[in-house]
């Protein structure tokens, strides 16, 4: 999945540009590691194998982020059911109306700066 | 070799505070700060020998700092890990005296962030791949631990605005606090929005100011006409940058900070008869009770309500109205450690915590990251 010569980042921008949302499993100790990184942060070994997320989540915190003269946005931090956390933003519903504990799936949205891995309530 | 009792705290100082004026810069409240500590110890600024300076101002602090104040250190610490960093560097200066690497420590920051008119120097570096979301650095992380307390163990708004309405009451019987009118749980809680659940009043200040503090020796006591306020303990501990890293959002590592500096110290929270808990939101103060051992994980909430924490309460805490009443100069660190030896000197005036022998300072930097913790205590608790 990862050229031997690509940068943790440009590997994750990649896959995310083809709708998919990349991590680094250990091959050493087995722990989901996120953000990419060259070495496991858990045992340091350097065998990291890149696998795709199913996109399947749960909110681990929230905040709704107020501005003087616009609605608010939301920001989260996902725990992805493959064991890694990362922060994002629920869309769908109101920013102040995303709760701890909501079961959500991961999308792909484009945006200036590139693509950006956002979530929605699961269905059902 | 234990540090426990080996170096001391002889001179404590603040600079100007709150808002001091266009034209006046950062090393103009060090200098401000500097001679008043040099004169509460009653030192030469030519017997400084280790300088110890962080800052969002200056990529090398000390460099600034010695060559404003015409200081030429032989030890020189800029170790910056956030609002924390004074208390790490009193461990520091300890560390380093007892080497033999320098006698005199001086220890010092200031900020005109508030006459800079809003121009912070936040800090704010996010990840490539979390630049797109937009938290609002530093408030919206706190917020985040603020939503997963709340979520875990029931931590309510109200329970949050306790711990601001607390810091007031202290701020009000401190004539250098920054906002001393009255503050209700009702007032925080209607208060504007920031990043929920924290509004602005479970902000901390944004004020100009900065202090000193002057460490050395304990066998020089005698050399100083102030009691010495000795370093009984530290402990430092880090384990995340982003809050994305933070393993669990309700507990920070001022588990581990907290208990090397208990262990070194030789006492427990039992024992402490004031604590500075770096309240730069009000949840921190909720978690750092909990992680320091004052009360049980997720018990915080509970802890600081019925003005429990506030003047006449079990326990004193922020006596000086803290980063959210008192001051807020950006790094707050240093300005915990000159109000828990005045405490301990017993100069605190309306505010004094009747015959208070131990002071804990605890220290936060980043978003929750860098953990420091200092036991200080007085002559009567060596």
């Given at each position: 999945?990862?050229?031997?010569?690509?940068?943790?980042?440009?590997?994750?921008?990649?896959?995310?540009?083809?709708?998919?949302?990349?991590?680094?499993?250990?091959?050493?100790?087995?722990?989901?590691?996120?953000?990419?990184?060259?070495l496991c942060l858990v045992c340091g070994s350097t065998s990291l194998v890149w696998q795709t997320s199913a996109g399947r989540g749960t909110v681990y915190a929230t905040t709704a982020v107020h501005h003087r003269d616009a609605e608010p946005h939301n920001v989260v931090l996902v725990d992805l059911e493959e064991g890694f956390r990362m922060m994002s933003r629920v869309e769908g519903v109101p920013?102040?109306?995303?709760?701890?504990?909501?079961?959500?799936?991961?999308?792909?949205?484009?945006?200036?700066?590139?693509?950006?891995?956002?979530?929605?309530?699961?269905?059902? | 070799v234990s540090l426990r009792g080996r170096a001391a705290l002889f001179g404590v100082a603040e600079s100007d505070l709150g808002e001091v004026g266009p034209g006046s810069t950062p090393l103009d409240l060090i200098g401000q700060a500097t001679l008043r500590v040099l004169d509460d110890a009653g030192l030469e600024k030519g017997d400084v020998d280790g300088l110890f300076s962080a800052s969002a101002y200056y990529h090398m602090p000390t460099l600034s700092v010695g060559e404003y104040l015409g200081i030429r250190p032989r030890y020189?610490?800029?170790?910056?890990?956030?609002?924390?960093?004074?208390?790490?560097?009193?461990?520091?200066?300890?560390?380093?005296?007892?080497?033999?690497?320098?006698?005199?420590?001086?220890?010092?920051?200031?900020?005109?962030?508030?006459?800079?008119?809003?121009?912070?120097?936040?800090?704010?570096?996010?990840?490539?791949?979390?630049a797109p979301y937009r938290a609002r650095y530093p408030v919206s992380m706190y917020a985040l631990a603020a939503s997963r307390h709340m979520h875990e163990y029931g931590t309510t708004r109200e329970q949050l605005a306790e711990v601001a309405v607390a810091a007031r009451e202290w701020a009000k019987l401190n004539p250098r606090a920054f906002k001393r009118d009255d503050l209700s749980v009702e007032d925080?809680?209607?208060?504007?929005?920031?990043?929920?659940?924290?509004?602005?009043?479970?902000?901390?200040?944004?004020?100009?100011?900065?202090?000193?503090?002057?460490?050395?020796?304990?066998?020089?006591a005698q050399d100083f006409a102030k009691p010495p306020v000795y370093l009984l303990g530290a402990g430092e501990a880090h384990w995340h940058r982003n809050i994305s890293q933070m393993p669990d959002l309700t507990v920070t590592v001022a588990a581990d900070s907290g208990r090397r500096a208990f262990?070194?110290?030789?006492?427990?929270?039992?024992?402490?008869?004031?604590?500075?808990?770096?309240?730069?939101?009000?949840?921190?103060?909720?978690?750092?009770?909990?992680?320091?051992?004052?009360?049980?994980?997720g018990e915080g909430g509970r802890f600081v309500s019925g003005g429990r924490i506030a003047p006449g309460g079990d326990l004193a805490v922020n006596t000086s109205g803290g980063g959210l009443s008192y001051n807020h100069p950006g790094m707050y660190g240093l300005l915990l450690v000159v109000e828990a030896v005045r405490q301990l000197r017993g100069e605190c005036g309306e505010r004094q915590v009747p015959g208070a022998n131990v002071a804990l300072v605890h220290g936060n930097g980043g978003v929750l990251s860098s953990q420091v913790t200092a036991i200080l205590g007085s002559e009567g608790a060596l």
């Amino acid at each position: 999945m990862a050229r031997a010569d690509e940068a943790p980042a440009a590997v994750y921008r990649r896959l995310l540009e083809s709708g998919t949302l990349g991590f680094q499993r250990c091959a050493g100790c087995g722990a989901a590691i996120f953000y990419p990184r060259v070495l496991c942060l858990v045992c340091g070994s350097t065998s990291l194998v890149w696998q795709t997320s199913a996109g399947r989540g749960t909110v681990y915190a929230t905040t709704a982020v107020h501005h003087r003269d616009a609605e608010p946005h939301n920001v989260v931090l996902v725990d992805l059911e493959e064991g890694f956390r990362m922060m994002s933003r629920v869309e769908g519903v109101p920013a102040r109306e995303v709760r701890v504990g909501m079961r959500v799936s991961f999308e792909t949205r484009r945006e200036d700066a590139g693509p950006v891995a956002v979530f929605v309530p699961e269905e059902g | 070799v234990s540090l426990r009792g080996r170096a001391a705290l002889f001179g404590v100082a603040e600079s100007d505070l709150g808002e001091v004026g266009p034209g006046s810069t950062p090393l103009d409240l060090i200098g401000q700060a500097t001679l008043r500590v040099l004169d509460d110890a009653g030192l030469e600024k030519g017997d400084v020998d280790g300088l110890f300076s962080a800052s969002a101002y200056y990529h090398m602090p000390t460099l600034s700092v010695g060559e404003y104040l015409g200081i030429r250190p032989r030890y020189s610490d800029a170790t910056n890990v956030g609002g924390s960093s004074f208390v790490a560097h009193l461990l520091h200066a300890a560390a380093a005296i007892h080497a033999g690497l320098c006698e005199v420590a001086l220890i010092t920051y200031g900020s005109t962030q508030r006459s800079d008119g809003g121009r912070l120097v936040s800090g704010s570096e996010p990840l490539p791949y979390e630049a797109p979301y937009r938290a609002r650095y530093p408030v919206s992380m706190y917020a985040l631990a603020a939503s997963r307390h709340m979520h875990e163990y029931g931590t309510t708004r109200e329970q949050l605005a306790e711990v601001a309405v607390a810091a007031r009451e202290w701020a009000k019987l401190n004539p250098r606090a920054f906002k001393r009118d009255d503050l209700s749980v009702e007032d925080v809680l209607a208060s504007r929005m920031v990043s929920s659940p924290l509004s602005v009043l479970d902000c901390c200040l944004v004020t100009d100011g900065g202090g000193a503090a002057i460490v050395t020796g304990a066998e020089r006591a005698q050399d100083f006409a102030k009691p010495p306020v000795y370093l009984l303990g530290a402990g430092e501990a880090h384990w995340h940058r982003n809050i994305s890293q933070m393993p669990d959002l309700t507990v920070t590592v001022a588990a581990d900070s907290g208990r090397r500096a208990f262990e070194m110290a030789g006492v427990g929270p039992e024992s402490v008869d004031v604590a500075m808990l770096y309240d730069a939101f009000t949840i921190n103060t909720v978690l750092f009770l909990e992680d320091l051992g004052f009360c049980g994980k997720g018990e915080g909430g509970r802890f600081v309500s019925g003005g429990r924490i506030a003047p006449g309460g079990d326990l004193a805490v922020n006596t000086s109205g803290g980063g959210l009443s008192y001051n807020h100069p950006g790094m707050y660190g240093l300005l915990l450690v000159v109000e828990a030896v005045r405490q301990l000197r017993g100069e605190c005036g309306e505010r004094q915590v009747p015959g208070a022998n131990v002071a804990l300072v605890h220290g936060n930097g980043g978003v929750l990251s860098s953990q420091v913790t200092a036991i200080l205590g007085s002559e009567g608790a060596l």
